[in-house]
């Protein structure tokens, strides 16, 4: 992922599932199944998926390979799919 992973995602203005429309101060995250920023309620959908704990433990062994800080670091882009953020600008 690349190192402005956050300006592309944290400050989209669109939930890319539902595209609710999603203010700077809106909380969102990102899915474990595409990378997308996506809702509270989109995030709360994926979550009753029934291969949502498969598909996240693949999300944070791909993400720990490909990402060099810790995974609690929230700077870390894996981190974000868990911890809510907001556009920061
Ligand atoms: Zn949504």
Redesign the pocket.
């Known amino acids: 992922m690349e190192e402005n992973w956050e300006k592309q995602l944290a400050c989209a203005e669109v939930?890319?599932?539902?595209?609710?429309p999603l203010g700077k101060k809106d909380k969102r995250l990102l899915s474990v199944y595409d990378h997308e920023p996506?809702?509270m309620?989109?995030k709360s959908a994926e979550e009753k998926r029934p291969d949502y704990e498969d598909t996240t433990r693949a999300m944070i062994s791909t993400c720990m390979e490909t990402e060099n800080r810790p995974y609690g670091n929230p700077a870390s882009y894996c981190f974000h799919h868990f911890c809510p953020f907001k556009c920061k600008d």
């Open positions: 939930c890319l599932r539902c595209n609710t996506i809702c309620d989109c």
